[in-house]
């Protein structure tokens, strides 16, 4: 290849790669989003072979999905685990009631040994902990536990594990040996193999001790058999590559003597608000022959009913039955209890979570038992119609007919009808799509089926956009990062609408207390919505501005949130976050201003920012010992972060009150935050940097809220101010990115990608933003992407799947600003 045809072939493979989204080969994603629609409707798979780990709903709990497919009588599993089945021998509290020994002061002599006599020691049911199912109450740091019971005959059990939900740190003993310990926690109960020659016949001893390092407190076990395999052998799908892109995750395997293109669709396009409620996902198959030859090839889908329960042992009805179109599976808890609970680790209990296919499309459905439903397929055996139980499985066979070289193409729906989403100041509000409460979630899945083709061209055109624009704003590394952020974010939300009328884009504080519409929440995941509906921000907004005008939240600052998700009935956070949480409001305000292009949203709330800003022109410039949105960094007194947000917020109001033409009122505040700059940079100066506070020059900190001076085109701060914290910041570089201040290593990756927003030159912020991409495809930690973590471990510290990462969005957000 002579040289002008090499540059040539260099330029376009360049080209070619800046506009393509990146392969599996390059890179990974720390969990894979593959339902995505809020809180309560969202299933992900944390490994990077989509058949190598059973999915699970964002908070860890098992929410499985199964997927099989059949080319000429061999089956290949492509999607999650089969579910395994397991004797029960020993019952946990899920099956049958038991009692145990416990004592919380620490016992003498080999308390672990089978002969111990424990006659000191307390009875109690179980489960024990701090719980509201709590059969027996325990707060105290430090429990241990003995619980005996018989076995007839150890040699004829085939595999032994040890089926346990606890919380925390834990050791456990068999006979008076050790058989498992952790330091940790589980969510759920989960199963642990030990060996059977610990076992005796006759009685036996399960020994533990179980500590408390923070939060809740949880035990109960018991002893089960995993049961052989029966029927044709499952080989694995080779998985080739995968690629997320804004709203779909795809996969291509090999399998066998055809290839499967797996597309995981959510079609959250926020121009549609119909689309973007609608709860229903696609799950599409692509099957194409891949030795010139046919195939008779079928598809199994099994989605387990646990996708409807807060916790597995709670029982569910299901049926199977049909419409003029639609072939449809459906299942719910017997229980129904209705917006009756809010807390963080929860999932949704009541409702009804279907499985649905066009009739046309030749689907074979049934209901069974989680443990069949792999065998059922296996074994070509479908007549299996379990209406109620625990752990059933929704089962979906999919017809692809003869298969050659020219792809099949399939899709099945999934879809949640939560009946009602939100409790709203103590009235319960139907889901956006059937606010009217005359529509049908048999009517939206219909919709989604007959506009299918239509979903998917837009979903892929709107793909190719967003990532265009990314590359386009900060290049690959960062394309990938809004990615990997896009249905995150979108997921943590419920779209509703208030009994007034108004939207209501209402977030989950995901793995950070459960709060509901959290403004520190709010804050950092606001670029993504500015950019794509700004009327979702003012949907995240109008709570907020509700509870302080109707006087249910009576201080002259904003609140920090309206409850626990799902119960928005006023702030259940501990304490008020004024300078933080009213600088937001005031910020965001002016940003939906500066986007729309028109005041008029804020003219709406004139008067509760008015007070608002006068709070912070009286408090904001060295603010008292009070929390901000880093509240997991404990308390601080004169934070010049803190104070750039009030600063910023002033000249927001001023801006805001400018394009109304409140002339005298934003001169008036305009010149408070003029005077206020060269305060906050005495004050702040320590040399090479700004302090993290005024009174000690030894420290140092982020500085994101600066962005906003820039993006919404206030001129406040020089630009010596932003050359000299970027110079700053990397010489602090750790392995992951920038902490977040000098009191530790751990950081936020949303407050970096703001921090690298206002840096002087593109260099400097690909420079920034790289350790943050490295993060997110080599983080330890498989979860939905966390925010905050160990800058040199990259391994989370707290938080997971929250909607924060919408925060990514800066930059396209600043850029967007610029053109206009």
Same mark, same amino acid.
């Not at 996969?251 to 003597?257: E, M």
């Not at 837009?458 to 990314?470: R, W």
């Given at each position: 290849?002579?040289?002008?045809?090499? &540059?040539?072939?260099?330029?376009?493979?360049?080209?070619?790669?800046?506009?393509?989204?990146?392969?599996?080969?390059?890179?990974?994603?720390?969990?894979?989003?593959?339902?995505?629609?809020?809180?309560?409707?969202?299933?992900?798979?944390?490994?990077?072979?989509?058949?190598?780990?059973?999915?699970?709903?964002?908070?860890?709990?098992?929410?499985?999905?199964?997927?099989?497919?059949?080319?000429?009588?061999?089956?290949?599993?492509? +999607?999650?685990?089969?579910?395994?089945?397991?004797?029960?021998?020993?019952?946990?509290?899920?099956?049958?009631?038991?009692?145990?020994?416990?004592?919380?002061?620490?016992?003498?002599?080999?308390?672990?040994?089978?002969?111990?006599?424990?006659?000191?020691?307390?009875?109690?049911?179980?489960?024990?902990?701090?719980?509201?199912?709590?059969?027996?109450?325990?707060?105290?740091? %430090?429990?241990?536990?003995?619980?005996?019971?018989?076995?007839?005959?150890?040699?004829?059990?085939?595999?032994?594990?040890?089926?346990?939900?606890?919380?925390?740190?834990?050791?456990?003993? +068999?006979? $008076?040996?050790?058989?498992?310990?952790?330091?940790?926690?589980?969510?759920?109960?989960?199963?642990?193999? =030990?060996?059977?020659?610990?076992?005796?016949?006759?009685?036996?001893?399960?020994?533990?001790?179980?500590?408390?390092?923070?939060?809740?407190?949880?035990?109960?076990?018991?002893?089960?058999?995993?049961?052989?395999?029966?029927?044709?052998?499952?080989?694995?799908?080779?998985?080739?590559?995968?690629?997320?892109?804004?709203?779909?995750?795809?996969? !291509?395997?090999?399998?066998?003597?055809?290839?499967?293109?797996?597309?995981?669709?959510?079609? &959250?396009?926020?121009?549609?608000?119909?689309?973007?409620?609608? *709860?229903?996902?696609?799950?599409?198959?692509?099957?194409?022959?891949?030795?010139?030859?046919?195939?008779?090839?079928?598809?199994?889908?099994?989605?387990?009913?646990?996708?409807?329960?807060?916790?597995?042992?709670?029982?569910?009805?299901?049926?199977?039955?049909?419409?003029?179109?639609?072939?449809?599976?459906?299942? $719910?808890?017997?229980?129904?209890?209705?917006?009756?609970? @809010?807390?963080?680790?929860?999932?949704?209990?009541?409702?009804?979570?279907?499985?649905?296919?066009?009739?046309?499309?030749?689907?074979?459905?049934?209901?069974?038992?989680?443990?069949?439903?792999?065998?059922?397929?296996?074994?070509?055996?479908?007549?299996?119609?379990?209406?109620?139980?625990?752990?059933?499985?929704?089962?979906?066979?999919?017809?692809?007919?003869?298969?050659?070289?020219? *792809?099949?193409?399939?899709?099945?729906?999934?879809?949640?009808?939560?009946?009602?989403?939100?409790?709203?100041?103590?009235?319960?509000?139907?889901?956006?799509?059937?606010?009217?409460?005359?529509?049908?979630?048999?009517?939206? =899945?219909?919709?989604?089926? !007959?506009?299918?083709?239509?979903?998917?061209?837009?979903?892929?055109?709107?793909?190719?956009?967003?990532?265009?624009?990314?590359?386009?704003?900060?290049?690959?590394?960062?394309?990938?990062?809004?990615?990997?952020?896009?249905?995150?974010?979108?997921?943590?939300?419920?779209?509703?609408?208030?009994?007034?009328?108004? =939207?209501?884009?209402?977030?989950?504080?995901?793995?950070?207390?459960?709060?509901?519409?959290?403004?520190?929440?709010?804050?950092?995941?606001?670029?993504?919505?500015?950019?794509?509906?700004?009327?979702?921000?003012? @949907?995240?907004?109008?709570?907020?501005?509700?509870?302080?005008?109707? $006087?249910?939240?009576?201080?002259?600052?904003?609140?920090?949130?309206?409850?626990?998700? *799902?119960?928005?009935?006023?702030?259940?956070?501990?304490?008020?976050?004024?300078?933080?949480?009213?600088?937001?409001?005031?910020?965001?305000?002016?940003?939906?201003?500066?986007?729309?292009?028109?005041?008029?949203?804020?003219?709406?709330?004139?008067?509760?920012?008015?007070?608002?800003?006068?709070?912070?022109?009286?408090?904001?410039?060295?603010?008292?010992?009070? +929390?901000?949105?880093?509240?997991?960094? @404990?308390?601080?007194?004169?934070?010049?972060?803190?104070?750039?947000?009030? =600063?910023?917020?002033?000249?927001?109001?001023?801006?805001?009150?400018?394009? +109304?033409?409140?002339?005298?009122?934003?001169?008036?505040?305009?010149?408070?935050?003029?005077?206020?700059?060269?305060?906050?940079?005495?004050?702040?100066?320590?040399?090479?940097?700004?302090?993290?506070?005024? %009174?000690?020059?030894?420290?140092?900190?982020?500085?994101?809220?600066?962005?906003?001076?820039?993006?919404?085109?206030?001129?406040?701060?020089?630009?010596?101010?932003?050359?000299?914290?970027?110079?700053?910041?990397?010489?602090?570089?750790?392995?992951?990115?920038?902490?977040?201040?000098?009191?530790?290593?751990?950081?936020?990756?949303?407050?970096?990608?703001?921090?690298?927003?206002?840096?002087?030159?593109?260099?400097?912020?690909?420079?920034?933003?790289?350790?943050?991409?490295?993060?997110?495809?080599?983080?330890?930690?498989?979860?939905?992407?966390?925010?905050?973590? %160990?800058?040199?471990?990259?391994?989370?510290?707290?938080? /997971?799947?929250?909607?924060?990462? @919408?925060?990514?969005?800066?930059?396209?957000?600043?850029?967007?600003? /610029?053109?206009?």
């Amino acid at each position: 290849m002579n040289k002008i045809n090499t &540059l040539k072939f260099l330029t376009v493979l360049v080209c070619f790669f800046a506009a393509s989204p990146l392969k599996a080969q390059d890179r990974k994603a720390p969990s894979y989003p593959l339902i995505t629609h809020n809180p309560n409707f969202s299933i992900w798979s944390n490994t990077d072979q989509l058949n190598e780990s059973t999915t699970t709903h964002w908070t860890g709990a098992e929410h499985s999905l199964l997927g099989l497919v059949n080319v000429d009588g061999n089956i290949y599993r492509f +999607l999650g685990k089969e579910e395994a089945n397991y004797k029960m021998i020993v019952s946990t509290s899920e099956e049958h009631a038991y009692t145990v020994k416990y004592t919380e002061t620490k016992p003498s002599g080999d308390w672990t040994a089978a002969a111990y006599a424990a006659a000191d020691w307390k009875s109690g049911s179980a489960p024990i902990g701090d719980s509201k199912d709590s059969k027996t109450k325990w707060r105290s740091d %430090d429990i241990w536990v003995r619980r005996a019971f018989n076995i007839s005959n150890p040699a004829g059990i085939n595999d032994l594990f040890l089926k346990m939900n606890h919380d925390d740190n834990i050791e456990v003993y +068999l006979n $008076g040996k050790k058989v498992y310990e952790k330091t940790g926690w589980t969510n759920t109960f989960q199963y642990f193999p =030990i060996s059977k020659s610990q076992l005796k016949a006759g009685q036996n001893v399960i020994a533990i001790h179980l500590a408390n390092s923070a939060g809740g407190r949880y035990l109960d076990f018991g002893l089960v058999d995993k049961q052989k395999d029966n029927g044709a052998q499952i080989q694995l799908a080779k998985q080739k590559e995968v690629e997320v892109t804004a709203t779909q995750t795809i996969y !291509n395997f090999t399998c066998g003597k055809v290839d499967l293109k797996l597309t995981f669709t959510s079609p &959250l396009l926020m121009n549609d608000l119909g689309l973007l409620a609608r *709860p229903v996902s696609y799950i599409t198959y692509n099957v194409q022959s891949n030795d010139n030859k046919t195939h008779a090839v079928k598809v199994f889908l099994s989605a387990s009913s646990d996708i409807a329960v807060y916790r597995p042992a709670q029982e569910v009805t299901a049926k199977k039955y049909t419409t003029s179109k639609l072939a449809v599976l459906k299942t $719910g808890t017997v229980e129904q209890p209705v917006l009756q609970k @809010g807390a963080d680790d929860m999932r949704i209990d009541w409702g009804y979570f279907y499985v649905a296919a066009p009739k046309s499309n030749e689907v074979q459905q049934f209901v069974s038992n989680a443990s069949n439903a792999a065998d059922a397929f296996r074994n070509n055996t479908y007549n299996y119609n379990v209406s109620k139980g625990q752990k059933l499985a929704l089962n979906t066979v999919t017809s692809m007919g003869t298969v050659g070289k020219t *792809p099949v193409e399939r899709f099945v729906a999934l879809a949640y009808d939560e009946i009602y989403s939100i409790q709203y100041f103590k009235k319960n509000l139907r889901p956006w799509w059937n606010t009217s409460g005359k529509e049908t979630i048999e009517g939206q =899945i219909t919709d989604a089926v !007959n506009e299918y083709k239509s979903v998917m061209q837009k979903c892929g055109n709107f793909n190719k956009t967003v990532y265009a624009d990314a590359v386009q704003s900060g290049g690959k590394e960062y394309a990938h990062l809004c990615m990997l952020g896009y249905r995150q974010s979108i997921a943590a939300h419920t779209l509703v609408k208030s009994p007034m009328g108004e =939207i209501l884009w209402l977030s989950k504080e995901n793995n950070s207390g459960g709060f509901i519409n959290t403004v520190d929440v709010t804050y950092p995941s606001a670029p993504l919505y500015l950019i794509y509906n700004p009327s979702l921000l003012q @949907g995240m907004l109008n709570g907020i501005f509700y509870f302080s005008e109707s $006087g249910k939240y009576p201080h002259p600052w904003a609140a920090h949130d309206l409850g626990t998700y *799902p119960l928005a009935n006023g702030q259940t956070y501990g304490e008020p976050m004024p300078v933080e949480e009213s600088g937001n409001m005031i910020i965001l305000t002016a940003a939906i201003t500066k986007a729309q292009g028109n005041a008029n949203y804020a003219k709406l709330h004139w008067k509760t920012l008015t007070t608002w800003v006068d709070y912070l022109a009286k408090e904001g410039l060295d603010p008292k010992t009070q +929390l901000c949105t880093d509240d997991f960094a @404990g308390h601080l007194a004169r934070n010049a972060n803190l104070s750039v947000k009030a =600063i910023v917020g002033i000249a927001c109001y001023a801006q805001m009150a400018q394009t +109304l033409g409140y002339t005298e009122t934003a001169d008036k505040y305009r010149a408070i935050a003029e005077s206020m700059v060269p305060k906050w940079m005495e004050m702040a100066d320590a040399g090479d940097h700004y302090a993290l506070t005024f %009174d000690n020059k030894n420290t140092w900190s982020q500085k994101y809220n600066l962005v906003w001076d820039k993006v919404l085109h206030l001129n406040l701060f020089p630009q010596k101010v932003y050359d000299t914290e970027t110079k700053y910041y990397l010489t602090k570089q750790n392995k992951y990115g920038i902490p977040l201040d000098s009191r530790k290593a751990y950081t936020k990756n949303d407050w970096i990608l703001w921090t690298a927003t206002f840096a002087p030159t593109q260099k400097e912020f690909e420079a920034l933003v790289h350790p943050v991409y490295k993060h997110a495809i080599e983080t330890e930690s498989r979860v939905p992407l966390n925010d905050f973590y %160990d800058s040199n471990t990259g391994i989370r510290d707290n938080f /997971k799947a929250r909607s924060v990462v @919408g925060g990514f969005y800066m930059k396209m957000f600043a850029d967007k600003m /610029k053109a206009k």
